[in-house]
């Protein structure tokens, strides 16, 4: 009996998990960490000295690919003090608006992109230590 109820409970569980699958975004405080896959697609994370893609884990650089006419929005997280931005790098074709240099964890930026492409990024602040691709197809 002991173990028939277990695996119910087991089940219970997992129908739950399951069923979370609605498109609204979690607060983000206290669920740090576990992105070694499966995150959204778009999303990268703005360390303190790296960026990382939420979707596939890489980072610095982080390498992102997302279809034409995609969001990808860049999170700061764990940041406290230290600045950082999204820096486009001109030297890749095509290029793209750049973020402010923002300060604070929970701070975003966001971009659109309409146009195929590999675009580079990097931090203004710390310059290539930080750096990023997002793949547009
Ligand atoms: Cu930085």
């Not at 006419?69 to 890749?92: F, K, M």
């Not at 750049?98 to 966001?110: A, E, K, V």
Request: hydrophobic share 35%; glycine share 16%.
């Amino acid at each position: 009996m002991r173990i028939i109820r277990t695996w119910m409970l087991a089940g219970a569980v997992a129908a739950v998990v399951g069923c979370s699958s609605d498109s609204s975004t979690p607060t983000g405080a206290g669920d740090g960490g576990g992105n070694g896959g499966g995150g959204p697609v778009g999303a990268v994370t703005v360390g303190n000295d790296f960026f990382q893609s939420a979707h596939n884990g890489t980072r610095n650089p982080a390498q992102d690919t997302v279809a034409v006419g995609q969001t990808v929005t860049w999170t700061w997280t764990n940041t406290g003090g230290t600045s950082h931005s999204v820096e486009a790098l001109p030297v890749a074709s095509p290029s793209f608006t750049s973020s402010d240099i923002l300060t604070g964890s929970g701070m975003t930026y966001t971009f659109t992109f309409t146009a195929p492409g590999t675009y580079h990024y990097q931090c203004a602040v710390h310059g290539s230590l930080m750096s990023g691709i997002v793949v547009v197809q």
